[in-house]
């Protein structure tokens, strides 16, 4: 009975979890070469002294569409720096003093704007003395960027991601980007679960809620999505039905010290005199992250051969154990039993007569 | 003899796959921890306002040579941009109006080049009417570059590729570099797979041919490369043996619609008014994306002890089904035969003397 | 006794190997997303024409801080170069000549600066003559920088890494930024593995001492450095023990010919009369690559079934073949004993009275 139960437990393994779930008739490739292009559209209303209104030219760094990019939603610009002296920020830790004495000439301190000059100053809106330093001045306003900078806009800036993979194993192909009615369709379209699911154009608002983030907040201090593209291709059915799986995740915890994405570039120009200028942004915006996962499988006489015969082999030895303890299982049971049957053949074996103890000798 | 049989097929087994194929008496580590610096040489004519001359400085984005690089072959140019108003690209979806009604004012339209001013304007060059917006004026001509802009010398560039690549696991690491006749030879050599394999030096032109593309017809529009270095190494071989293999990949179709690669930058001037100027560029060209791919493998122990367990596994449990299956149709085919003989073997013992039934009932 | 003694072996191997080295009992993942945000911080007096100090928006590049960075610790600046006529840099290979037939009109030079003129000229310090090139003049110097253009200060500038991790199979995110005491703890900590394991800030320094290179050489020449991320989760315990865990790698051969780490870029500018200047600059520096690496895992119960199916598997064979290989030795050694056995045995039988015989037969 058990050694049956036993039997029928895996033959279900063998046609269930090897057979259906882990596909074991299969060669799995998961060796996945890609490419992927990004290409973000939109304009947005700015207020900065460079320009009043920013394209992707603008907002999207770096230039060259490549799989990992980054949009300028919102900013903090320094305009027109130049290097002369002038106080240190008060957020800088260490920065404030009370006489020159605390300001060691020529140190520079860790995370701080500039070389100390070795005086004490009186910052220019506070109230409190920071060192004055020499470096690019004035220095950067600490405080958080106000809503106005913020590129509200952006939440309907579309992402065209073009995605192009190859299994090198099995020697096959795919793109994300089908094939009809394009490339009218692609400028139009607008990617969608049920109407448009092979659009490869997605909404800025649309990607970041689906990653779990709520839009105003994160456009204004940062965050970074990861954009999953998951490939997985049975080449034993038409590899016309082998289509991509677009996920979005928030790569960043919620909580406020470990959230936000934001960094500082500037841009130069020199004056007439010879002068350099600078204007210095320190830009938070969402950090896109294109990853590309994929396996290809496709029927192998080789794995099939292979995981019968283990499944076999689990199977011969399952019963065999299986006899095994049944065996060890009675034995202790029936001890007592066994003495007083085998005491019970032996003297019904005297009494038969020949011919017919060759049965129980079996 | 189906048993033998069927012993020899699990020896050819043993031998073949697991142990030549597979080689199953090694551990693999297949972490590869690989570092890429690329360097590309060489200098183009062009006819930009920018510059007549382009070395990579100016054609390679980004600038410091890692694994990801874009070398430009083509370009539109849209010189001396200033934010004002212009018409809109006729290109560009719904840009198109018959009077003033169509153009919402203050609309961005996707994929746009600004801000609707509410004005129906007729276009500069064509015929059409389109609604005036406010943004980086004049807007780029939307026609593809023609051939006059191209960089015909791009086929003659020189890209260096060099590989740094460890093994923890085994703590061993290999560069793609040799060390003989350096650093000259790297100054003058060109890789050839029959007369410099170990060259790293690849000329563009040999690499856009090698992974498929026709030169000419992709400097005009764009493409992706893969440039894929596959390290095999076997330790328990000389580790001098462990030499890069390069392969090119063409990573798009061949299908116009998602073939090509471009993206647009800007250079930013100032006049001496204050005004921004900007020099807009829509670059085609080569992106390269260099691929490290590795399996460093040595002699272990425990996989070879594991490898022979299972593989005799497989020939003992093997070898106990093929009895099972034969005692089954031996069982069934002669079941007449077995009464038969079952008969005559009760009569023959009640026949034979007592003590030759013992080797009966063996 | 061998066979008790070979099972006792396979017991250890149950143990040890596949349950407490392997982890048998748990389903692995590891596939993991990753997210890197880096920032650097420090400053450094430098002796350029375009400034005379330099911060993270003149050191760092690319500005956008993810998971690779290049830290420029030493330069070559060629200030204000221009579109003319120059006599090529005798660094480049073939570039020297003795008359103007050596240098053909239009041609240009592999690793030159520019278009052969067609006109052989002294160079300007040199006393040897070099074809004269259209291009950015003067060359580059092609001497190894000096000591004096070295960033100094480098040494104490400060990488912050924010690393975020997510197992998807599993649903399960981790950050390498604690929560305690931030974003003031962050502002002030540095990295060490006894007093502050879990500040996630750097000193350069110690990234590059750790990674065994001497800073003072690297910083010359420039080198690449890899700093692992590595994390190995067990779900089963807390996942508040999950860490991370950081090591520097130099990815990068000590050899002269193969290190070295260094690219050139270029700042443009343009003078009244609208002519293009650039100042060229060859940076070396350290190429920071932050690769992550993790395991996730948690116990499953099909992977501790199959596991231990396949060790009493291993079992089962490995006692079988004990056997039959005690048997086939046992067979040969006593061939000669066993018949006289046997003879012995059937003389006992016909002698034994009836009843007794069974006990032998079994």
Redesign the interface.
């Known amino acids: 009975m058990a050694r049956r139960f036993f039997q029928l437990i895996i033959m279900c393994y063998l046609i269930g ?1 090897v057979f259906v779930t882990k596909k074991g008739y299969q060669v799995v490739d998961d ?1 996945i ?3 992927v ?1 990004t ?1 973000v ?5 700015v207020n900065t002294t ?4 920013w ?4 907002y999207v ?6 799989k ?1 990019l ?1 949009v300028v939603t919102n900013f903090i610009e320094t305009p027109n720096q130049t ?1 002369t002296t002038c106080p240190e920020s008060p957020s800088v ?1 260490f920065s404030t003093c009370t006489h020159d004495d605390n300001c060691t000439e020529g140190e ?1 301190v ?6 100390k000059t070795g005086t004490c100053r009186k910052t220019d809106g506070n109230e409190t003395n920071t060192c004055e330093i ?3 001045c004035p220095t950067e306003k600490s405080s958080r960027p106000e809503a106005a900078t913020m590129l509200r ?1 952006a939440e ?1 800036f ?1 992402v065209y991601i ?1 995605n ?1 993979i ?1 299994f ?1 194993q099995f020697n096959l ?1 795919k ?1 994300n ?1 089908l ?1 009809e009615g ?2 009218s369709y ?3 379209c607008l990617h969608d679960e049920i109407h448009h699911p092979y659009c490869p154009v997605f909404r800025l608002g649309d990607i970041v809620s689906k990653a779990g983030y709520r839009f105003e907040e994160v456009a204004a201090k940062g965050g ?1 999505i ?1 954009i ?1 593209i998951k490939w997985s291709c049975d080449f034993d059915m038409d590899t016309s039905d082998c289509h991509p799986q677009y996920s979005f ?1 928030a ?3 919620s ?1 406020p ?2 959230a936000g ?1 934001n ?8 004056d ?1 005199a010879g002068r ?1 200028h ?1 204007n ?1 942004y320190k830009v938070y915006g969402f ?1 896109l ?1 294109v ?1 590309v ?1 994929g396996t290809a499988s496709q029927f192998s006489i ?1 794995h099939t051969i292979i995981n019968v ?2 499944v ?3 199977m ?3 019963s ?2 299986c006899d095994v303890i049944l065996l060890f299982m009675v034995k202790k049971k029936y001890a007592k039993f066994e003495s007083l049957i085998k005491a019970d053949k ?1 003297i019904a ?2 009494k038969m007569p ?2 017919s ?2 049965k ?3």
Chains 1, 2, 3 share one sequence.
Do not use: C
């Open positions: 979890w060796t070469e890609s490419s292009v290409k559209k939109g304009i947005a209303r460079f320009s009043d209104l394209g992707p030219e603008e760094i770096p230039d060259h569409g490549g990992f980054f290097l830790p520079a860790r995370a701080g704007n500039g070389i020499y470096g690019w806009e309907n579309t073009r192009f190859k090198s192909s793109t980007i094939k394009y490339p692609i400028k139009t970074s990861g999953v995740m790569m960043g915890s909580t010290v470990t994405y960094f500082r570039f500037a841009r130069y120009s020199s007439a350099t600078r210095l950090q992250n990853m996962f080789i015969a283990s076999l082999t689990l011969a030895v399952g065999y154990i032996e074996l005297q020949d011919h103890k060759r129980f000798s079996y």
